[in-house]
């Protein structure tokens, strides 16, 4: 089980960057590839980002690419979403989430792939 906290989020500014957090608990974070995710009012929750558990690999979905960086300190249990050039529709609710299944080799950005969800950290982006 892995319990997972977001923060950072808040209300900014278009061209604008935040910094995301989760922070995860328990000691078997690192066992974990991990994922950003979004939701929109009214659309369904939607890939942003992944890391394998070393965080070597990353993935990014089009709409993020060149803008968002995934990065994870596991000695902090943490992992983060930067996002530069914050556009009004990056305006979301922001969920990270954990693999599960534990020592994956993959990484996925499937939302179904993903067992363990924290409870969001909203995004606005103004223009």
């Known amino acids: 089980q892995v319990q997972l906290v977001e923060s950072g989020g808040g209300t900014v500014q278009a061209g604008g960057s935040l910094r995301l957090s989760c922070a995860a608990s328990g000691n078997t974070f690192g066992t974990y590839a991990m994922g950003w995710f979004r939701q929109a009012p009214g659309k369904e929750r939607e890939f942003v980002a992944a890391?394998?558990?070393?965080?070597?690999?990353?993935a990014y979905a089009d709409s993020v690419q060149g803008r968002g960086t995934i990065s994870r300190d596991n000695a902090k249990n943490t992992v983060y979403l930067q996002m530069n050039s914050l556009k009004t529709e990056d305006t979301a609710v922001y969920y990270c989430?954990?693999?599960?299944?534990?020592?994956?080799?993959?990484?996925?950005?499937?939302?179904?792939?993903?067992?363990?969800w924290g409870q969001g950290t909203q995004v606005t982006v103004s223009s």
């Open positions: 989430a954990a693999d599960r299944k534990p020592f994956t080799m993959s990484i996925s950005r499937v939302r179904e792939e993903y067992e363990f």
């Open positions: 890391i394998s558990r070393s965080g070597i690999r990353t």
